[in-house]
């Protein structure tokens, strides 16, 4: 919205009235035509008059939407403008994804805008985004570099570690072993628990949780079956999945913890049950309280809030415990070597294998894949644009995947070589340190491309923002972790330990 008018004025909220309209119908051609747009979405027909029937509709129907403004994060409701009012009609029913992006669909007085086919009726939307023809571009140019990157890095691993691998094996004396520096050297260590082994254990639980839960929904996404016609399908499924999934986080959770030693297995999985989403919640029901002050249409309903606790407290809770029951049921995960009973003392280290500098430079790879990404995902949420790249997003976030491993087995490997063997807590927050980046792109976001202004509104982009920045600290910190455990389990099961 090009617009620079008060944002109480009505003319301020036109264009997206007339993106609603759009969006929600679109009027048939001269003739009978039939249509089916992608999967999930059932085919409606529509004909003329005369020829109306049962299984074909001669009138569409036009609903509105809620009311944006670029210069506020709070929507109201159509009926908050003098806008034509419609005769008493049948409201449609929003999904648990509209309610919680704040939709509010409500019947309209508008008859058939303009003859669109079905085909055509987004391109509208599209031809109005600001820069679209620019992201082909820049996510192949951004894919290519990434995945350049990636290739060094995997090829550097993989030829170091076969010459280190081959010499330490063709080691005979134990003259020759002790005059060898380097990671085999802190093999009896390697596996020694991490400090805070109980809150690591929990982060790892609910980073798998959301994991799982971003990969499924994202691959639904590229099938078309979460496309933006099917409104409110994408939070919906990500919900539910949450929801599911409580089973793996509270096997992993328990598993990991059992392996660090850890005994308080009721405290486990209690916090793996309430402590990250009981964080998420309480940011969200505060946002609320703020949506409901100033009259939004975004706030959500008592009831939906119920409705969330009892899909949490009821469905996930209990999954979480069941898979907490199975992960302490399983024997300890086995090592490869033995942990030592005296701690082996570390030596002095340079400033570039100190924790703080790996852990700030660990991050910048992986972000440097998603920020194009990035871009267009604030301004689908902020500036209410329309996102539908889930093919290239999807990608991405493979692409993701593969730098978080690879960028923290790289540094992994480099503090082992310094017989620094504290690669736990430093693995997670390598690649979760990506957060951080996401963090100051957003801030800088708000200040160079958002017109947004009032108190309110900057709290509620910051306190929506601050889960995106936590639930993304998660993602990628397991990430990291589960790549080190493998690269580590992996290297000292094939070297010869006396």
């Known amino acids: 919205m090009s617009a620079r008018l008060p944002a109480s004025s009505p003319l301020r909220w036109q264009r997206p009235l007339l993106l609603s309209l759009l969006l ?28 109306k029937s049962d299984e074909c509709k001669a009138e569409i129907e036009l609903f509105v939407n809620r009311l944006d ?37 409500e019947p309209s007085p508008y008859k058939e805008d303009k003859n669109i086919r079905w085909a055509s009726r987004w391109d509208y939307i599209l031809e109005s985004m600001p820069h679209t023809h620019i992201q082909w571009f820049s996510i192949m140019n951004s894919l290519v ?29 134990t003259e020759d072993a002790q005059e060898e520096f380097g990671w085999k050297l802190v093999h009896g260590d390697i596996f020694r628990p991490p400090r805070k082994g109980m809150l690591l254990s929990v982060f790892l639980g609910s980073g798998t949780q959301i994991l799982i839960m971003t990969f499924v929904t994202l691959f639904f996404a590229c099938l078309g079956f979460l496309s933006p016609a099917n409104r409110g399908a994408l939070m919906t499924c990500a919900v539910v999945l949450w929801v599911l999934l409580g089973t793996p986080a509270g096997y992993v959770a328990a598993r990991f913890y059992k392996s660090f030693g850890g005994e308080k297995w009721k405290t486990n999985v209690l916090l793996t049950s309430f402590l990250c989403p009981g964080i998420v919640f309480a940011d969200f029901f505060i946002m609320n309280l703020i949506l409901w002050g100033e009259g939004s249409s975004a706030a959500i309903p008592f009831g939906t809030l119920v409705a969330i606790l009892a899909l949490w407290f009821c469905i996930s809770v209990p999954l ?12 300890a995960i086995e090592h490869p070597v033995r942990t030592n009973q005296i701690p082996r003392q570390i030596p002095e280290q340079s400033f570039y294998t100190k924790p ?19 871009f267009f995902i604030l301004n689908s949420i902020w500036s209410h644009q329309m996102y539908y790249m889930f093919g290239f997003l999807f990608l991405v976030f493979i692409i993701l995947v593969i730098t978080c491993s690879e960028a923290t087995i790289l540094l992994c490997y480099f503090h082992l070589c310094a017989e620094d063997y504290h690669w736990q807590w430093r693995s997670f927050l390598t690649s979760g340190f990506t957060a951080v980046y996401f963090l100051i792109y957003a801030i800088h976001y708000f200040f160079s491309k958002l017109q947004i202004t009032g108190t309110a509104s900057t709290i509620l982009y910051f306190g929506y923002t601050m889960i995106m920045v936590l639930i993304f600290f998660l993602f990628t910190g397991t990430i990291g972790f589960f790549a080190c455990f493998w690269f580590v389990t992996k290297i000292y099961s094939v070297v010869k330990v006396d």
């Open 24 to 51: 929600l119908g679109a009027a048939p051609g001269p003739r009978r035509g039939g249509a089916f747009y992608l999967p999930g979405l059932a085919p409606v027909n529509f004909c003329d008059e005369e020829k």
């Open 69 to 105: 403004s670029v210069e506020s994060v709070l929507p109201y409701e159509y009926t908050a403008f003098d806008f034509c009012q419609a005769s008493e009609g049948k409201r449609p029913s929003e999904n648990l994804g509209q309610v919680l992006f704040g939709e509010r669909i």
């Open 145 to 173: 570099i990434v995945l350049f990157l990636s290739g060094m890095v995997a090829m550097i691993m993989l030829r170091t570690l076969h010459k280190d691998i081959a010499r330490y094996n063709q080691m005979d004396s």
């Open 320 to 331: 979480t415990f069941i898979g907490a029951y199975f992960g302490f049921k399983k024997n």
């Open 356 to 374: 703080l500098p790996g852990i700030i430079m660990g991050g910048i790879l992986p972000f440097g894949c998603i920020f194009i990404q990035l």
